[in-house]
C-alpha cells in the first residue's frame, strides 16, 4: 500500500490564454500551449510521489496567468489568506481559489488599496517575509502585521528589485538553508540562515519548491541544480520551459499546505 498523502497541492489547469499573459521583466515570446500543458501534468505527478494529494481547480479559460495559483492566497497552518493580486487582469482568479481553500481553512481577505501577490510571501519559521515589489505594496504588509501577530508570525517587508517576485529571489531548501540571487535582494534581511548562491549564469535560478525532505526544481538550471546536490539538497528536477516564458517557475503553479492543520 502507498502512504496516506499528508498534504494538499491545489493547482490549476493551464488556460488556453496563456499566451496573453503578464509580463514585466521578459520580452513575450510563442508559448506552446499544449507543451505547457504536458510540463504541467508532469509536475502535478511529482507533487503526488512526494506525498501530496492534488486539488485540482477547473480550466479559466479567460484568465491567461490562472495556472499560477500561489499569488492568489497565503496558506498558513491557522489561515488562508486570499490575495489582491497586483495586476488587475488576475483578480478574478481569487473566487474559485477561496472557494477551495475554504473547505481547509478559515478565510481572510486582503482588502485595497492594498496589492499582493502570494509569489511576494515567503515563510521561514514564524517569519512571514513580504516582497515589496511592483505587485505588492506596503499597504499589503501593514494589513498582514494587522491580521498575522495574533498567530504567532513576524512580517517583514523586504525590497526586491529587477525581478517579479520575492520568490524569484530566495526560497527555502532546507532548515536554515536559503537558495539566494543576492543581485535581487539584501540577504541582510534574513538573519540567522545560511545562504546558497545561484550560479551567476543562471541569474532566475533561486526559485526552489521544499516539499518535506526534497526540492522541486526547474531542469532550466543545471548549475544550480548542481551546486544544491552538492550541498545535499535532495533535487527533483522539472521540465518548466513554457511557465518561465510566462515568469512563472515551481512554487507558482501550487498551493501546499498540510492536512492535519
Do not use: W
Amino acid at each position: 500500500m502507498g502512504s496516506v498523502p499528508t498534504r494538499i497541492a491545489v493547482t490549476r489547469a493551464v488556460s488556453s490564454a496563456m499566451q496573453s499573459c503578464e509580463l514585466t521583466h521578459l520580452a513575450r515570446a510563442p508559448i506552446d500551449v499544449d507543451r505547457a500543458r504536458l510540463q504541467h501534468a508532469s509536475y502535478e505527478r511529482t507533487l503526488e510521489r512526494l506525498g501530496c494529494r492534488i486539488v485540482r481547480l477547473a480550466e479559466e479559460s479567460a484568465l491567461a496567468d490562472s495556472v499560477f495559483v500561489e499569488d492568489t492566497a497565503i496558506v498558513l497552518d491557522e489561515i488562508a489568506l486570499i490575495t489582491r493580486p497586483g495586476a488587475q487582469s488576475r483578480r478574478g482568479e481569487t473566487p474559485t481559489v477561496a472557494q477551495a481553500l475554504g473547505q481547509y481553512r478559515e478565510l481572510a481577505y486582503l482588502q485595497a488599496p492594498a496589492t499582493l501577490d502570494g509569489g511576494d510571501v515567503l515563510r521561514v519559521d514564524r517569519t512571514v517575509y513580504v516582497g515589496i515589489s511592483t505587485r505588492s505594496n506596503e499597504a499589503a504588509v501593514q494589513q498582514l502585521r494587522d491580521l498575522l501577530p495574533r498567530f504567532g508570525y513576524r512580517v517583514q517587508s523586504v525590497p526586491v528589485f529587477g525581478c517579479l517576485h520575492l520568490k524569484s529571489a530566495v526560497t527555502q531548501l532546507a532548515e536554515g538553508l536559503l537558495l539566494v540571487n543576492p543581485q535581487f535582494i539584501d540577504p541582510s534581511h534574513f538573519p540567522g540562515v545560511d545562504f546558497l548562491p545561484v550560479d551567476p549564469a543562471e541569474p532566475f535560478a533561486a526559485n526552489a519548491m521544499m516539499i518535506g525532505e526534497e526540492v522541486i526544481y526547474s531542469a532550466s538550471h543545471p548549475a544550480t541544480a548542481s551546486r544544491m546536490r552538492e550541498h545535499g539538497v535532495r533535487v527533483q528536477t522539472v521540465e518548466m520551459s513554457e511557465m518561465e516564458k510566462a515568469e512563472g517557475a515551481v512554487t507558482c503553479c501550487s498551493l501546499v499546505f498540510s492536512m492535519e492543520a
